[in-house]
């Protein structure tokens, strides 16, 4: 028993175009990953080489420690559940700093596997302390926004902004000082805002049955 299998013309040349766009789909894809892998370590050469200096570095030093290990994220969450006004909030920040240790630095930081961009880099160098962990994403960065955002959104505006502000500053200190790629902190603001949202909904029904705790 034998089979014959019979393609017209027309078919063939369908079957070619489907295949050349395929393969342009494919490549347009590695050009624009090659693109972004480039920028990340083109934007931390340069402000190595044009950002860094001897004034600024000893601040942004200090900026990115205040991050570590979420520090002061860790203080602040303390103090405002020391006062019985804000312990909902509080209550809040706690959750949402909780998730990120979660979702970020056990689970995300792992799975990705991605290494530190001096590492990879060359030329590039790092100013504080050698991390530890891997690199995607940025734990400063989560932490940071999760909390940050909360206090932002519920507390005074003359205690929110500069919640924020400080937020800022130490997922910008991150990329100064050498130890993540942009994309590392891009993905970690948006992934402490999106946990911070989760945090608010989960504390809101934790406490809901305590109405002196709001604000």
């Known amino acids: 028993m034998s089979f014959t299998i019979t393609i017209d013309k027309r078919n ?6 489907h295949v050349l766009r395929e393969g342009a789909y494919r490549a347009g894809r590695g050009l624009m990953l090659e693109f972004l892998w480039n920028l990340d370590g ?10 860094r200096n001897p004034v600024l570095t000893p601040v942004m030093k200090v900026i990115t420690t205040l991050g570590n290990g979420g520090a002061i994220w860790i203080a602040l969450t303390i103090l405002l559940l020391a006062i019985p006004k804000t312990r909902k909030i509080g209550c809040m920040s706690l959750i949402a700093l909780l998730g990120t240790l979660l979702v970020n630095n056990m689970l995300l930081k792992n799975l990705v596997a991605r290494t530190r961009p001096y590492e990879v880099i060359e030329g590039l160098t790092y100013i504080v302390r050698k991390p530890s962990d891997y690199s995607f994403p940025s734990g400063h960065a989560g932490c940071s926004f999760s909390a940050a955002c909360i206090m932002y959104r519920r507390l005074p505006r003359r ?10 500053l130490i997922s910008v200190s991150r990329l100064y000082v050498g130890v993540h790629y942009p994309s590392d ?5 948006i992934s402490g805002i999106a946990i911070s949202y989760a945090a608010e909904v989960i504390g809101g029904r934790i406490w809901k ?3 002196q705790g709001d604000t």
């Open 12 to 17: 063939k040349k369908c079957l070619g175009v």
């Open 159 to 168: 205690y929110g902004v500069p919640a924020l502000i400080l937020a800022i």
């Open 209 to 211: 049955a305590d109405p």
């Open 42 to 51: 083109n934007i931390l050469l340069f402000l190595q080489e044009y950002v």
């Open 185 to 189: 902190v891009l993905f970690g603001v």
